[in-house]
């Protein structure tokens, strides 16, 4: 689905479910799987290009992906299906998520850490086929994350600039 690493029943969630979606024209943004011991969550936040989705889009979609998951199977014992929009700070899962926010805040979370930090906050400086740049707000310091390194991102919105 995108660059970043997702649980093995998220990306096979995300391969089964993005053409569906895609041709609905909407984009599947990301692909969360929480394996609980009686129930699981799988929560899919979907957008809708150009103009943000609204509650019944939303709506029209939950049944339809809801339909498509009981026929595909595609996760074991029972979990509880959660469509949502991907809010005002979106994640960032894919290459062009990345791109599209350059120049932007974002926040990084990474597996292991980093002078005993996994967590930061900063503006996207640059984006490759192999990672990114943040100018990091607290050290000052531009970081070099490789994709392989993140955990999950996700844009910040600025409250004090508006954007």
């Not at 889009?57 to 939950?62: I, Q």
């Amino acid at each position: 689905m995108g660059v970043l690493t997702l649980h093995p029943v998220a990306e096979k969630v995300a391969e089964l479910l993005e053409p569906h979606i895609e041709r609905q024209g909407y984009e599947l943004v990301s692909v969360d799987f929480r394996k609980g011991t009686r129930n699981s969550l799988l929560r899919l936040l979907v957008d809708k290009p150009g103009g943000g989705i609204a509650l019944s889009d939303l709506e029209k979609l939950s049944p339809t992906l809801g339909d498509l998951l009981d026929v595909y199977d595609p996760v074991e014992g029972r979990y509880t299906l959660e469509v949502a929009s991907p809010g005002i700070n979106r994640p960032l899962s894919k290459l062009e998520h990345f791109e599209a926010v350059r120049g932007r805040r974002g926040k990084v979370r990474t597996h292991r850490a980093r002078e005993g930090q996994k967590s930061f906050i900063g503006k996207l400086e640059a984006v490759s086929a192999s990672g990114i740049e943040l100018e990091d707000e607290i050290s000052r310091k531009r970081q070099t994350f490789g994709f392989d390194e993140i955990a999950g991102a996700n844009y910040e919105y600025d409250f004090d600039k508006g954007e």
